[in-house]
């Protein structure tokens, strides 16, 4: 055993740094956190100092005793964990648990370089104990939230289930999203006239230009673009000034998941699976960070680079200042950990996200790019001669309306246009990297063509489009996260799994949603004349954003109605701040905890015995049934949102049907309520037997001959007709012919197409083709190499097999080796080889009672439980 023992997180690290320190230092990893609160209960004793009651995790158990033992035999003990409040709490639970020292050594590191572990070794400290009680804080308080919260839920909302849960961070993310998707559904859309001309200059060069703003009404709009016939068009002035832009700063934990999202569509988990695998290769600083600062060190090796790539002109260092008050300068932005490396990491995804993290860390070292900005003013003679530009009284309350007069008076109207072109003069940073933007609907301005004062300009055209104003847009995982940044709640590391425990309680969905089409209008002046014509765009669509569920809705409204605490904003963005708070010693992390429960639990207590209180799931009456005149109503059941036509009664019962996945209680129409039970409808005959289409456990279906055929995503069960089912039905049919190949071993060997896609069969196996065959281009050998490679597979899945106790296997699985004990998989150490493991060793990984041992008694009932439990009934007695 080596004399010293150093402790990291996780396995990638272990080797890497193994390798740093040498032959006297043995790494292990400890996967992550090795103590937590056991998941029953709520394990905080609140009536002394919400003392926490920590367990070692069921399967950590057996690496802590190896830890333990490694612990002993060496001469001392490092902690690296990560370098943040719950990678020091990491620290504290392996002292627990592994009966260390109170002076054991932890060392930090922002960067897995050689230079970097040296250096921590080189300058050990004790655990802090105040950002240990930071995190005990937020965990502790957490687990109350969640665990007196959720069965409220459970238990007032009518037509809930024990699936429903709240949380502190997470109910505020389900909040915006709700809050944005009603103001979405209030906007009421305003339309305005835009106008823009295009002017033929010298060379056939176009100059396009605008009004600087918009006219209320189509008939402004008429009226100005009627005085601009046969009207003289002149450059009344040039103005050029310099510009520059400068490069943004070097990524945090948001800003990286931010621009993942929307330069790469990488989700917000993600990105930070990548980062975590390109900082534990050594290649990237601490990907869990609030600070734009960069140590003097790395300046001076991205200078360095920036001088050799693109020559000395380009450099201009920068320390960046975060925003965030509570932000840890010590710490470091996101960077390359060498600047020298211009590729790295193992996929073609985090190559991606290296990339992007190596520009931006680059370009924020680099000059400024230099601009040069040109405004052309056009004035306008109109045809009758008149220039002046007068103030009108017309005004409308649309952002874009225009203040004119009437269209009789042509001195009501402006009389300039506006062109802008913009020249890059020294390109500097933007040589590397542009940031992008959440709304990319500003147009980059070229350059104009060349122009002089008192120059004439010939029209070519003059188009007012209708435009309309929009609501703010729905939050993207990206925009999320700045918001919730931008507020102050959660912090880097709780981003990814708030919006992931949001879509994944069924809460929001993160969806694409076609948009509609609305008609415009729009007028033209060319060759002196003014025409009008319609036109039809598309609007409304959405890539990737975040949607609202009924169930969410729901949620949200009760929490905001009976516990408007837990989902204020600034309450919920002081909770952090007390936390930082704690983690610099200035506040007592239990004294904090009092403060927040003691009021939070009485809400909770009277919520919970109130009679009164029983939300009724946004149960929302519609209307009547124009046929029957029965009430049609939405609301909200245990399987999901319905539509209920009529109620229950001893002769007759409802009719019931469920909610399209974009549908919402609070905004379906009547109309909308009724189509949903169109189906099943029949649509046609095919081959003498009826085609059916309706909606099933997997989806929108067409029935034909007691076949189910699924329809694809751009098929509407609701308005689809018989042409379409047919085909889906000949086509299901194609894929389902099998096509024999030959033999092999005196057996047929077949190709098909099922619903996982194509397939070779031999005997009763089915075989996948790999991703990018085809079944043209299948021959029997290939069918033959793919059935024998499929055998190997599998005569390799068992590691080792246990006669003696077959439900025991260890299994060579697709992410690693694992145990199947019975229904359950089991994890393997990675520090265990697979093939040497005993039955007596998987049992005991498993947590199960070794062979011929007897299972213990289950625990005896507490007064509580007994309490809870339900009374017997007597036996009958016989008559």
């Given at each position: ?127 802090d104990l105040n950002l240990v009680n930071a995190q005990q804080a937020r965990r502790v308080l957490d687990r109350l939230v969640g ?97 520059k832009k400068s490069p943004a700063p070097p990524f945090t934990t948001s800003t990286l998941q931010q621009e993942a999202s929307r ?612 036996p009958a007695k016989k008559k």
């Amino acid at each position: 055993m080596s004399k010293n023992l150093v402790i990291v997180e996780s396995p990638a690290k272990a080797k890497t740094i193994e390798g740093y320190l040498g032959k006297d230092f043995t790494v292990r990893s400890s996967y992550g956190h090795v103590r937590d609160l056991p998941k029953d209960g709520l394990a905080v004793d609140v009536s002394n100092g919400f003392k926490p009651a920590y367990e070692v995790s069921p399967d950590k158990r057996q690496l802590v005793n190896e830890l333990k033992k490694m612990a002993k035999e060496a001469q001392e003990v490092w902690l690296a964990t990560d370098d943040d409040r719950e990678g020091e709490a990491i620290s504290w639970h392996l002292k627990e648990a592994l009966g260390l020292r109170e002076n054991t050594k932890r060392i930090v590191f922002r960067e897995i370089t050689k230079n970097a572990i040296l250096n921590a070794i080189g300058q050990p400290r004790s655990i802090d104990l105040n950002l240990v009680n930071a995190q005990q804080a937020r965990r502790v308080l957490d687990r109350l939230v969640g665990y007196e919260l959720s069965p409220v839920l459970w238990r007032k909302i009518k037509g809930g289930s024990t699936g429903l849960s709240a949380g502190r961070v997470q109910s505020v993310a389900l909040r915006l999203v709700v809050d944005r998707e009603r103001e979405i559904d209030a906007h009421q859309s305003k339309s305005s006239f835009k106008v823009t001309a295009q002017f033929v200059v010298e060379g056939g060069k176009i100059l396009n230009a605008e009004l600087p703003k918009n006219f209320a009404t189509v008939e402004e709009a008429r009226g100005f673009l009627q005085l601009c016939v046969g009207a003289e068009f002149t450059i009344k002035n040039l103005e050029t000034k310099p510009a520059k832009k400068s490069p943004a700063p070097p990524f945090t934990t948001s800003t990286l998941q931010q621009e993942a999202s929307r330069k790469m569509s990488y989700a917000v988990d993600r990105t930070m699976k990548l980062a975590q695998s390109l900082y534990e290769a050594g290649k990237i600083s601490y990907m869990r960070t609030d600070s734009t600062n960069l140590s003097q060190e790395a300046i001076g090796k991205a200078k360095a680079e920036i001088e050799t790539e693109f020559g000395p002109n380009y450099v201009q260092t920068r320390q960046y200042k975060t925003k965030n008050e509570s932000a840890q300068e010590a710490h470091e932005a996101i960077r390359p950990t060498n600047f020298n490396d211009r590729d790295a990491g193992s996929n073609r995804d985090e190559k991606r996200l290296y990339e992007l993290i190596w520009k931006r860390a680059i370009a924020s070292q680099m000059a400024d790019a230099q601009l040069e900005r040109t405004t052309a003013t056009i004035s306008i003679r109109f045809g009758n001669g008149t220039t002046q530009t007068v103030q009108a009284s017309s005004l409308d309350d649309s952002p874009f309306a225009m203040p004119v007069a009437a269209p009789s008076a042509p001195g009501s109207y402006p009389n300039e246009l506006v062109a802008q072109g913009e020249v890059i003069k020294f390109d500097g940073f933007l040589r590397v990297y542009l940031e992008s933007k959440d709304d990319e609907d500003e147009e980059s301005k070229g350059m104009l063509p060349p122009l002089r004062i008192g120059q004439t300009l010939d029209l070519g055209q003059m188009k007012a489009t209708e435009k309309f104003s929009r609501p703010q847009p729905r939050y993207a995982e990206a925009s999320l996260v700045k918001k919730l940044e931008e507020m102050g709640i959660g912090r880097p590391s709780t981003y990814a799994p708030t919006i992931s425990t949001i879509i994944n309680r069924g809460y929001v969905v993160k969806s694409d949603r076609a948009g509609q089409e609305r008609a415009f209008r729009e007028l033209l002046l060319t060759q002196n004349q003014v025409s009008e014509k319609a036109g039809k765009e598309m609007f409304g669509s959405e890539k990737a954003k975040l949607f609202p569920t009924n169930t969410g809705m729901v949620v949200n409204d009760f929490l905001v109605e009976y516990f408007p605490d837990i989902v204020d904003f600034k309450f919920t963005a002081n909770v952090e701040k007390d936390f930082d708070e704690i983690a610099n010693g200035r506040r007592d992390w239990q004294q904090m905890l009092e403060g927040f429960y003691n009021p939070f639990h009485r809400n909770v207590e009277e919520v919970q015995g109130s009679d009164g209180v029983s939300f009724k799931t946004g149960a929302r009456e519609l209307g009547l049934h124009p046929a029957s005149g029965k009430k049609v109503s939405a609301r909200l059941g245990r399987y999901g949102a319905y539509v209920q036509i009529g109620e229950s009664t001893d002769e007759e019962k409802p009719q019931y049907a469920n909610l399209r996945s974009d549908q919402l209680i609070e905004t379906i129409s009547l109309q909308e309520a009724l189509d949903l039970f169109a189906l099943p409808r029949e649509v046609g005959f095919f081959e003498d037997k009826p085609m059916v289409i309706g909606i099933g456990k997997f989806g929108p279906y067409v029935r034909h001959d007691d076949k189910y055929v699924s329809l694809t995503k751009e098929d509407d069960p609701y308005s689809m007709g018989a042409e379409r089912a047919i085909e889906l039905i000949q086509q299901k049919r194609a894929e389902s012919v099998s096509d024999t190949l030959g033999e092999f071993e005196g057996k047929p060997v077949t190709t098909g197409k099922g619903r996982f896609g194509p397939y070779v069969k031999f005997e009763d196996k089915y075989i996948s083709l790999p991703k990018g065959e085809q079944l043209g281009g299948i021959t029997l050998d290939r069918a033959i190499e793919l059935i024998q490679q499929k055998r190997q597979a599998e005569a390799n899945k068992y590691i080792k097999e246990f006669p003696e106790n077959p439900n025991v296997k260890v299994v060579n699985g697709m992410y690693g080796p694992y145990l199947a004990v019975g229904k359950r998989n089991v994890r393997i150490p990675k520090e265990t080889d697979p093939a040497t493991l005993t039955l007596e060793q998987c049992l005991a990984l498993a947590g199960e009672p070794a062979e011929g041992a007897e299972k213990k008694a289950p625990a005896k009932k507490t007064a509580t439980a007994k309490k809870a439990a339900p009374a017997k009934k007597a036996p009958a007695k016989k008559k």
